[in-house]
């Protein structure tokens, strides 16, 4: 674990300040407390040290995601977007309106007259003709599930945002609390220093030296509460919240767990989940509908109605029939049209199937490889960078090493614990690449 390794260093970089045995003794205690603070690194609120017992529960990386489905304004306004295309299907469904038609001529005549009162009263109505309605309510109801599956695909884009954003303030925090405890922790060696200056155990070059140092420390402080601030702002905007929250705060793990899934079932799993890879087979069921309607809008459709008239003191019951001589217009363009869009549909899912072998293949390559750097920098450098630099500082403070090659050893050991932070974070971000590029729940 990163948090054990550095609360030895810092432990060991501590007991070494005081310059004897007796010294170190006399600090067991404080250094149980360093301990247990590290140690709870990921519980610990920002910005203070400890929450508040006013202060809301911290969430988890699951409670985040849920509450981003929930209140997310982008994944709420395409909700509403795939309601509005479902909406169509009903639309899709409705059949021709009946008619009705009346009139009347001679009004002002007698029914014994040469020119008689003559009142008609029709209604009627258009049949469509080759399966019309049967092809439309297939191409809404297709579009809709692949609208449903586009809207699966923006969810998962968003999720993805939303762990990348709680990573980052994981890793933030964690950075910050460390960032507090170096700078503390120099500015207790930074103290010793001074004294021995005073006493003249030390130059005046070396202390100034030394007193520079300070800089860093508080620059990386500064550095650390800069991207704490600004992670917390942008998850707190992805989960839809209309201002930020200062005593907002979540907890997690810093070191990141192995994944124990194999490439190839990961693809298999990615074929299967999809949603870009499903809204794309659901686009080839759409283009074949609408080839099937397009053919069917090419048959002509018949209008039928029957008439009443009454002409003087006759009654009488007629009908009408229109069909429509199509030599001309079949719909012969919209039907090569809806051939050509069925066959790019075809070829675009191909695409969107080799794609998601890619785009697993790639987030694995980027895992295995941010895996094996951070094991090493969690069961190697961290444990080396320790060493040398409680050696650099024994032998610094017994007068064995020149100030310059311990301040060479504190950079590297601040180096090397920045590094494997980095670490860590590059595969928590592989791990939700490969999360999003298999559509599947890789971490709890």
């Known amino acids: 674990m990163l948090f054990n390794h ?48 006013s202060a809301p529960a911290a969430i988890t990386m699951q409670q985040a ?125 930074l103290d010793i220093g001074r004294e021995r200056f005073k006493a003249g155990d030390i130059a005046k070059l070396d202390f100034e030296r030394l007193d520079l140092q300070l800089a860093q420390f508080e620059t990386d402080e500064s550095n650390a509460i800069t991207n704490a601030q600004q992670s917390s702002i942008q998850l707190q905007a992805l989960l839809g919240y209309d201002k930020a929250r200062a005593d907002f705060d979540v907890i997690g793990d810093v070191v990141p767990p192995p994944v124990s899934e194999t490439l190839e079932s990961l693809e298999q799993k990615a074929l299967a989940a999809r949603p870009d890879y499903h809204a794309a087979h659901l686009g080839v069921a759409v283009a074949d509908a609408n080839v099937k309607l397009a053919y069917a809008n090419g048959t002509a459709d018949p209008t039928a109605d029957v008439t009443y008239n009454r002409n003087g003191t006759d009654n009488s019951v007629g009908f009408d029939l229109t069909l429509p001589l199509r030599f001309f217009d ?12 069925a066959q790019a549909t075809r070829f675009t899912e191909l695409a969107t199937r080799n794609q998601v072998f890619a785009d697993v293949d790639q987030a694995w390559s980027g895992y295995v490889n941010a895996k094996v750097l951070s094991d090493r920098y969690n069961g190697h450098y961290l444990d080396e960078a320790k060493d040398v630099l409680d050696i650099a500082q024994f032998s610094y ?35 939700h690449q490969l999360s999003f590029a298999t559509a599947t729940e890789l971490v709890p």
């Open 397 to 431: 403070q017994h007068g064995g090493l020149a100030l310059i090659d311990y301040l060479d050893a504190l950079r590297e050991s601040r180096s090397v614990t920045s590094d494997a932070l980095s670490a860590y974070s590059q595969t928590w971000m592989a791990i």
């Open 6 to 53: 550095a609360g030895r260093y810092l432990i060991k970089n501590t007991q070494a300040k005081g310059g004897s045995k007796s010294d170190m003794k006399k600090k067991r205690y404080p250094i149980l407390f360093v301990i247990s603070s590290l140690l709870l690194v990921p519980r610990l609120a920002f910005p203070q040290n400890q929450p508040s017992s």
């Open 65 to 189: 995601v849920d509450i981003a489905r929930m209140k997310n304004p982008t994944l709420l306004s395409a909700q509403q977007n795939l309601l509005s295309v479902k909406a169509q299907e009903v639309q899709a469904g409705v059949r021709a309106n009946p008619y009705l038609t009346g009139g009347g001529s001679n009004v002002t005549l007698g029914a014994n007259s040469q020119n008689p009162y003559d009142y008609y009263l029709g209604v009627g109505r258009l049949f469509e003709r080759g399966e019309k309605r049967r092809w439309r309510l297939d191409s809404a109801r297709s579009t809709t599930a692949q609208t449903d599956a586009q809207y699966h695909a923006q969810e998962q884009q968003t999720i993805l945002s939303v762990r990348q954003a709680f990573t980052s303030f994981i890793i933030a925090k964690a950075a910050k609390k460390l960032a507090d405890d170096n700078l503390a922790d120099f500015r207790h060696e």
């Open 330 to 341: 079949r719909n012969q363009g919209n039907k090569e049209t809806a051939k050509y869009t």
